[in-house]
């Protein structure tokens, strides 16, 4: 089945330890997104990335990053997580990013603890 | 702006209860309007869909209508079980060039045998 997979599913890091969230599709879309979900919260998009062009939100701060290497892979890079940055990190692709009803499929999530 | 608003939650019912799940929006512009549901523990799943005004998205016995006169798509479902229990979240595209989603709040359902 086309998916959208996040590895791992439970992340533990250290505060201000570097740490890395994966996420992969064989839905061969054009278009990744990495949201940060804290509890009881609506999603927050982070960024994403239409093809190899990245986009950021005004307000995600520089302590977040990403890369996409090829279509399927997508990374979240946390340079120093602070203790705010515990949360669920969801990503999700769409075959566009414009147009009538191009939904986002979304992977399972990886949840973030920061000690 | 654009944005979405949903009913707080919880809403606590019995199995077999009719549900309904209110949401309204506002947005410049068209917009698409989608109800994600989440389980426990787990990511969002597109559970309907609408693009335009009078359309009915339906799946697994949920249905909403896009009502453009009154900026709704409020959810319904007309018995709910037990593994319907989980947090629903309205939201909206629109736009041209990039159509970012934007959620509600969020509404969590429990429902009880």
């Known amino acids: 089945d086309a998916m959208v997979i996040q590895n791992p599913r439970y992340q533990v890091t250290q505060f201000g330890k570097p740490v890395t969230l994966s996420c992969s599709q064989t839905l061969n879309h054009n278009v990744m997104y990495w949201y940060q979900q804290k509890s009881s919260q609506a999603p927050k998009l982070l960024f994403h990335?239409?093809?190899?062009?990245?986009?950021n939100e005004a307000d995600t701060p520089d302590n977040f990053q990403s890369r996409r290497p090829n279509t399927s892979f997508c990374f979240l890079d946390i340079r120093s997580p602070g203790l705010g940055d515990a949360a669920m990190y969801l990503c999700a692709t769409s075959r566009e990013m414009s147009g009538q009803g191009y939904e986002q499929y979304f992977g399972p999530g990886t949840r973030l603890t920061v000690t | 702006g654009n944005s979405v608003t949903q009913m707080e939650g919880p809403v606590t019912l019995s199995e077999e209860a009719f549900l309904t799940i209110n949401c309204t929006y506002t947005a410049t512009g068209y917009p698409s309007l989608f109800w994600y549901v989440q389980y426990p523990g787990e990511g969002l799943q597109l559970l309907l869909k609408?693009?335009?005004?009078?359309d009915k998205g339906s799946n697994k016995g949920f249905e909403a209508t896009y009502r453009k006169e009154t900026t709704s798509f409020h959810l319904e479902k007309g018995s709910v079980q037990v593994s319907d229990s989980a947090v629903y979240f309205c939201a909206l595209s629109v736009g041209t060039g990039f159509q970012k989603l934007v959620f509600g709040t969020g509404t969590r359902l429990l429902v009880s045998p």
């Open positions: 609408a693009t335009k005004a009078d």
């Open positions: 990335y239409y093809d190899k062009d990245f986009n």
